[in-house]
């Protein structure tokens, strides 16, 4: 029974490498199809009733800064400070030797100096192309180190589950299939 045990070890390791890679093969190709990290929640009701507080943003660089027009949703660190990330809508485009963009929250009743404006171009993260309804809630709940436990559980169960499962020949009673006499 032991060696039974032994053999299952290295197909219910195989199993969690496959999972990893997978995930890891994903990320790369979101990665490579966005350009840097494409997800975004949004975390204030200024863009309310466009974009809702917990709404995932899915963001696209793609050098589309010289493609921004009035009315794009974009991505941007706060102009004064580079602090905080803001997800607001394009009011206005200047044009005068360096492209200059002000932003405007929907909910805002006008931009904010420092916030909106000037939003240059080493500011820009990326224009929102899909938001996902709600999903942000999720993260909120599963944060580090929450999400790594979670992730390590579910290798936990697959990897043992693995290792506990019967041979395939075996029927749940553990009796021979080719042993069974039919009905008479």
Do not use: C
């Not at 929640?41 to 793609?62: A, T, Y």
């Not at 200059?100 to 171009?121: E, H, L, M, V």
């Not at 938001?131 to 944060?143: A, E, F, L, R």
């Amino acid at each position: 029974m032991l060696d039974k045990d032994k053999s299952k070890l290295p197909v219910a390791m195989k199993d969690v490498v496959i999972i990893g890679v997978g995930v890891l093969v994903v990320w790369v190709v979101i990665w490579a199809s966005f350009g840097s990290n494409p997800f975004y929640v949004v975390s204030s009701g200024s863009m309310e009733p466009k974009l809702q507080v917990n709404d995932v943003l899915i963001v696209r660089n793609g050098g589309s800064w010289g493609d921004l027009k009035v009315g794009d949703i974009i991505v941007f660190n706060r102009p004064e400070g580079g602090d905080r990330v803001i997800v607001h809508r394009i009011v206005e485009i200047t044009e005068d030797g360096d492209r200059t963009i002000r932003t405007k929250g929907d909910a805002n009743p006008s931009s904010i100096p420092g916030t909106d404006f000037p939003i240059k171009k080493n500011d820009y993260i990326g224009r929102v192309v899909y938001v996902v309804p709600g999903v942000g809630v999720v993260t909120k709940v599963i944060s580090p180190p929450v999400n790594y436990i979670i992730i390590a559980i579910i290798l936990a169960i697959l990897f043992f589950n693995r290792l506990g499962r019967k041979d395939k020949g075996a029927t749940p009673s553990g009796a021979d299939d080719t042993t069974r006499q039919p009905p008479t």
